[in-house]
């Protein structure tokens, strides 16, 4: 939680996008990585500017 929350605010910092993409490789469920992500405001990405490599990943936009 403290790693997340130290990469949103270096993200609002500089006004960066944050992609990522929920994996259950490590044996978590993706329902349950996507509900902590929201917890960061991070949605899944439908928006048409969104290179297509990120089309599966969740976004966070910077708060301004």
Same mark, same amino acid.
Do not use: W
């Given at each position: 939680?403290?790693?997340?929350?130290?990469?949103?605010? +270096?993200? /609002?910092? +500089?006004?960066?996008?944050?992609?990522?993409?929920?994996? /259950?490789? +490590?044996?978590?469920?993706?329902?349950?990585?996507?509900? =902590?992500?929201?917890? =960061?405001?991070?949605?899944?990405? =439908?928006?048409? /500017?969104?290179?297509?490599? +990120?089309?599966?990943?969740?976004?966070?936009?910077?708060?301004?």
């Amino acid at each position: 939680s403290m790693s997340m929350k130290l990469l949103c605010e +270096y993200a /609002d910092k +500089y006004n960066l996008r944050v992609y990522l993409q929920p994996s /259950d490789i +490590y044996g978590t469920s993706i329902e349950i990585l996507e509900k =902590f992500y929201s917890k =960061f405001q991070f949605k899944r990405s =439908f928006k048409k /500017d969104i290179p297509l490599e +990120y089309k599966t990943y969740h976004l966070r936009e910077p708060k301004t």
